[in-house]
């Protein structure tokens, strides 16, 4: 079966400091791979996405950026955070053939201070 | 672009009744629609979902209705429980849209017991 793994499960940083989120998928083969962020009582924005090693299409324009290294495993990365950064950020992923159902890993909570 | 509104924003019912929750798409073409749950500080998680060539369909206590011609589709909750409470999240999809759900605000459902 597939499962995805996220971590770390919850993160304190100041701002200015650098950051790196890490997601891998096992038990499947080239999935599409996603970075959502809700902050404190909102939706699902939707960050990042990608179909493919090495394809990234984001969503939003702002100070992160994500990378795909490996088939099944997805970065998100800042250079320097901003307070705004604050949030829960979910990694999901979908089968290239279902693309519309999306499996969320346990998230991460940041807080940026 | 692609919108999905989804009202309201909190609803809190009594344990035992009925709790409704409507969204609206704005892309005609959109053919999957499906509804995640998330309980407190925890990952979404798909419950019930439907395809545009149903009207409706039931999971035990929970069912979904879609009309396409207006283009509102709506979650059905009946005799709700404590363990109901969580923020719902609808959304939709259109095939060959690289994989990207579009979902609603999200509700806050609060069963009272």
């Known amino acids: 079966s597939q499962t995805i793994h996220q971590w770390p499960a919850t993160l304190v940083q100041p701002v200015g400091s650098p950051l790196s989120l890490e997601c891998t998928v096992e038990?499947?083969?080239?999935?599409?791979l996603y970075w959502y962020r809700q902050a404190a009582g909102r939706g699902l924005q939707l960050l990042f996405y990608?179909?493919?090693?090495?394809?990234i299409s984001s969503e939003v324009p702002q100070n992160l950026s994500a990378s795909r290294p490996q088939d099944r495993q997805f970065i998100l990365s800042s250079k320097k955070l901003l307070l705004s950064d604050s949030g829960f950020y979910l990694c999901?992923?979908?089968?290239?053939?279902?693309?519309?159902?999306?499996?969320f890993g346990s998230g991460t909570q940041l807080s940026v201070l | 672009g692609e919108n999905v509104e989804q009202h309201p924003s909190t609803l809190s019912v009594q344990e035992g009744d009925s709790a409704v929750i409507k969204c609206t798409y704005s892309?005609?073409?959109?053919?999957?629609f499906p509804w995640y749950k998330q309980e407190l500080g925890k990952r979404p998680q798909l419950i019930i979902d439907i395809r545009s060539n149903v009207g409706e369909k039931k999971d035990q206590r929970i069912a979904v209705t879609l009309n396409k011609t207006a283009k509102h589709f709506s979650l059905h909750i009946t005799e709700t429980q404590p363990e109901d409470s969580a923020v719902y999240f609808c959304?939709?999809?259109?095939?060959?849209?690289?994989?990207?759900?579009?979902f609603g605000q999200g509700t806050t459902l609060q069963v009272k017991p």
């Open positions: 038990g499947t083969s080239n999935p599409n």
């Open positions: 990608s179909v493919g090693i090495g394809q």
């Open positions: 999901a992923w979908s089968t290239t053939s279902q693309g519309e159902k999306l499996f």
């Open positions: 892309d005609s073409a959109s053919n999957y």
């Open positions: 959304a939709s999809f259109r095939s060959g849209n690289t994989g990207k759900l579009i």
